[in-house]
């Protein structure tokens, strides 16, 4: 599809194929992310007075590629490719596709089917993990990207994209970057849009960090049009009031994220493991919401 170019190991960008981050990131297993986006030639995202969702043009392509390193301490080490996710725009309508990598890196295949890779690194202690990751079904992506019964994309929001990434290749505000490259028209520069919080970074308050972590973790599915029951009344978006999400009345199921067990753990899709940084931010979160 053009995603790339030379050999597919070294997971480079074909041309006019553009590296993008989020300031937050969704826990995969800790797994790393290559996020890339491919516009039509001669178009460009439309800002629309909303720091969600630019209006993308058809033809869009958004992909994102799911690797460790062999060493956690070594970035030069071998990358273990798992899988790339793709949404497609055509004629206004997002389409949605996974694709498994072989085993020598040298291929990835379209499929329909869910499975488990076993992976095995060195994390940054030097400890060998072995993770069953879990390659989700088609069903199970459009279950994450669904509002409503409508395929949306879910981590290119303008406000998670207003920082500097510091990536190699965009040394500047990426949506700065953007416009610059006339690749985000409507607007002349980000001041204006807000910042998702790095619920990561402590130089923001533990309030701004758990809201954030919540949205980018779980709002996809807990919002109106979201994949949750009907009648279960939360909503997790940022842009919610507090007051509104539920946050608040529904705490003390914090269990659920420090649970594996299938059916009952949360998020339901997307981790094997439990999330230990984001458990302990989490739970020191809920603490705070009580004082």
């Known amino acids: 599809m053009g995603i790339y170019t030379g050999d597919l190991n070294n997971l480079t960008p074909d041309e006019d194929v553009y590296l993008y981050d989020i300031n937050s990131h969704l826990f995969t297993d800790y797994a790393h992310k290559q996020r890339l986006l491919r516009l039509p030639e001669g178009a460009a995202m439309q800002y629309d007075n909303s720091d969600l969702l630019p209006n993308f043009p058809d033809n869009t392509l958004i992909s994102k590629t799911y690797y460790y390193y062999e060493d956690e301490n070594n970035t030069a080490s071998n990358k273990i490719i798992i899988e790339t996710r793709v949404l497609i725009k055509t004629e206004g309508t997002w389409k949605i596709g996974n694709y498994k990598w072989n085993n020598d890196m040298t291929e990835a295949t379209y499929t329909d ?103 980018i973790n779980c709002a996809h599915c807990h919002q109106p049009g979201g994949y949750t029951p009907t009648g279960f009344l939360l909503d997790f978006r940022l842009e919610i009031s507090f007051d509104d999400t539920g946050i608040y009345s529904r705490r003390g199921h914090e269990d659920r994220i420090q649970s594996n067990t299938a059916g009952y753990m949360m998020p339901k899709i997307g981790r094997t493991i439990v999330h230990s940084e984001g458990v302990e931010m989490l739970l020191e979160y809920l603490q705070a919401i009580e004082e």
């Open 113 to 215: 089917d869910g499975s488990i890779v076993l992976v095995t690194y060195l994390n940054t202690e030097g400890i060998t993990q072995n993770i069953d990751y879990e390659i989700p079904s088609n069903v199970d992506c459009i279950t994450c990207h669904n509002i409503y019964d409508i395929i949306i994309p879910i981590g290119p929001k303008l406000r998670n994209m207003n920082f500097n990434p510091n990536n190699g290749t965009v040394n500047i505000n990426q949506l700065q970057y953007f416009i610059n490259k006339g690749l985000l028209e409507g607007v002349s520069n980000p001041s204006g849009i807000s910042i998702l919080p790095d619920w990561e970074d402590d130089n923001f308050d533990i309030l701004e960090q758990g809201r954030a972590y919540i949205d």
